[in-house]
């Protein structure tokens, strides 16, 4: 104890205790506090870009799912188009028909029409004409009837056979 | 390019030592030596190694006998500075020409002063000699205070720039860029490592900051001081226990001011125990806390590094002592075969000592500044941070 007591030199415990603490202000000034600040700096800087490539990800990931989900309802949105325009196609073509239809009943009965009258205008000759030819032949035959009764008899003969004719 | 320049600066510097160490040479080359200095019985390798384990007043490199028959000492003379009766006398070392056994007297500025075992005198007026009572103590000379640039305060200094020198270059790298390169790139993670696994652990993420600059000081000036000492300079800074006093003493100061209410609180009137017991307690801890930390500190770097200094070289006394008995071929290669052991044992004694004074000072600035409300932090995931108070628990 004596010996480590007589080693001990105040004076270099002096000089020790001063050059310790003004290496530990000049190393806190120049050294530790820029390493220091630099290595924190750097940490959040890689902490930083940790976070914003994990953000990142997940925004990725968002937005893969908001591309599906467009894709989804772009895919529905043109089935439904489909389906529609396949519908407006049944209904112009059933449309189409009726009115093919229609119309065709229409020209039908029109034709039919026409016919009737035509056949009635006809029919109506015909009569006209019966009628004069039988007038005809009734003053014929009166005007025969009335010289000769054979002849009138032979008159309405050969009329009726060329009625016949007729 | 830059490396270019700090290259020219550090071969002037070594071009600077060396011619001083020549100059030194040959003055002492002049000096005719009674005792040739050699060293070849037990107890002059005793005498020896504990010189060596002192602080001297010289930087000495190598000592040899040249052809004439003269001792050649080697390395370079250091300013001593004293503060006596006469106040403050400068002279350089060399002026007592090698003598540490209290012959030389030097005469300055009306004051004479002796070198007695590395250690300084003022001899008194009419004293030509230094003499000693029973006890070992001198009579005619007291001791002045002694502010020397010794050997000791020398490595302190040069570690220092060295220190300087290194981290601030590191820290001017980090504006150029993020990754530091070269030797830079090997401090960088030694830096690191103090932060997270000596300053935050121990002191709390709260409050490291402010305290991992002294703890980065303190672990790179140990470590790099015990690994000089290591070198064949024969540094013995840390094994100084004026120097492991000092750094002791400002570790107390920095607890001791940086204590809150709670630290206090649990020296003066401990919570949770008896109230006659208190008082008691209260003593112990006071005592604990202001002398037995601090000299724990002080006493286990000292003995380490001390001890390692002697054990290295009494393993290489070994080659002197079993000259006889092994041939010297058979010694010298035993000695070197343990020594070379022993000096990678120091290389991890070297860093391990620096990291338990770093790692205690750490865990003392901690228990003085840790909060009590136990509510702990979380890491990222879920985990609990233990902090200071745990590892406290834990050391008890």
């Known amino acids: 104890m004596e010996t480590l007591l007589n080693d001990f030199s105040p004076g270099l415990f002096m000089m020790q205790t001063v050059l310790l603490i003004v290496l530990i202000l000049l190393m806190v000034k120049f050294a530790w506090k820029p390493i220091l600040n630099s290595l924190n700096e750097r940490e959040e800087g890689i902490q930083g870009a940790l976070d914003a490539a994990e953000k990142a990800k997940l925004e990725m990931a968002n937005l893969q799912a908001d591309n599906e989900r467009l894709l989804q309802e772009a895919r529905t949105e043109r089935e439904a188009m489909l389906k529609e325009a396949r519908e407006i196609k049944t209904k ?15 020209m039908i009965t029109q034709a039919q029409g026409a016919i009737e009258s035509e056949k009635k205008a006809a029919i109506a000759e015909m009569k006209a004409t019966v009628a004069t030819l039988s007038l005809e032949i009734a003053e014929k035959v009166v005007k025969s009837e009335l010289s000769d009764n054979g002849k009138q008899m032979k008159l309405v003969n050969e009329m009726l056979s060329d009625a016949k004719l007729n | ?61 190598v000592s040899y006998t040249n052809d004439a028959g003269e001792r050649v ?38 004051s004479r002063f002796v070198n007695y075992h590395s250690k300084i005198y003022e001899l008194e007026e009419g004293a030509t000699e230094l003499v000693f009572d029973e006890a070992h103590h001198p009579v005619n000379a007291s001791k002045p205070l002694d502010l020397s640039i010794t050997k000791s305060v020398f490595g ?47 002191i709390g993420e709260k409050k490291y900051r402010k305290f991992t600059g002294y703890l980065l000081t303190v ?26 006093a000092a750094l002791a003493v400002l570790t107390l100061i920095i607890y001791v001011f940086s204590g809150n209410k709670d630290f206090w609180g649990h020296i003066f009137w401990m ?4 109230i006659l017991i208190r008082p008691i307690l209260a003593v112990i801890e006071l005592v604990g806390t202001l002398i037995i930390k601090p000299f724990s500190l002080l006493v286990r770097l000292f003995a380490n590094i001390s001890a390692g200094h002697i054990i ?13 008995d092994l041939t010297p071929v058979g010694s010298t290669a035993l000695s070197f075969v343990l020594s ?57």
């Not at chain 1, 112009?92 to 229409?106: F, G, L, N, P, R």
């Not at chain 2, 672990?219 to 492991?244: C, D, E, K, R, S």
């Not at chain 2, 991890?348 to 509510?375: C, P, R």
């Open chain 2, 73 to 110: 000492h080697v390395g370079f003379p250091l300013p001593v500075i004293v503060y006596g009766n006469d106040g403050f006398t400068t002279f350089m070392s060399s002026e007592f020409h090698h003598d540490s056994e209290g012959k030389v007297i030097v005469e300055k500025n009306g």
């Open chain 1, 92 to 106: 112009m073509i059933s449309d189409a028909k009726e009115e093919a239809k229609e119309e065709a009943d229409k």
């Open chain 2, 1 to 61: 390019m830059k490396t270019s320049i700090y290259s020219i600066k550090f071969f002037g510097l070594l071009l600077t030592c060396l011619l001083t160490i020549n100059v030194f040479a040959n003055q002492s080359n002049e000096q005719a030596q009674q005792d040739d200095g050699r060293v070849s019985t037990p107890s002059e390798i005793e005498e020896y190694i504990l010189h060596h384990l002192k602080d001297s007043h010289g930087f000495h490199l």
């Open chain 2, 312 to 324: 290295l070289m009494s393993l290489i006394a070994i080659m002197i002592n079993l000259k006889a």
């Open chain 2, 271 to 274: 919570p949770g125990v008896p």
């Open chain 2, 340 to 396: 070379l052991f022993i000096s990678v044992i120091e290389l991890l004694v070297a860093f391990l000592q620096a990291y338990i004074f770093t790692m205690l000072s750490a865990l003392f600035i901690g228990m003085a500044v840790a909060e009590h409300d136990h509510d702990h932090e979380h890491d990222a995931h879920g985990n609990e941070i233990p902090d200071a108070e745990d590892i406290r628990e834990n050391f008890i």
């Open chain 2, 219 to 244: 672990f790179f000036f140990i470590w790099i001081l015990n690994l000089i000492g290591l070198t064949p300079l024969g540094f013995n800074v840390t094994g100084q226990i004026a120097v492991t």
């Open chain 2, 156 to 202: 302190i200094l040069v570690v220092g720039l060295l220190m300087l020198w290194w981290f601030s270059s590191l820290a001017r790298q980090y504006k150029k860029r993020s990754i530091p390169k070269g030797f830079g790139r090997v401090l960088e993670p030694l830096v690191i490592y103090v932060r997270d696994e000596i300053a935050r652990p121990n």
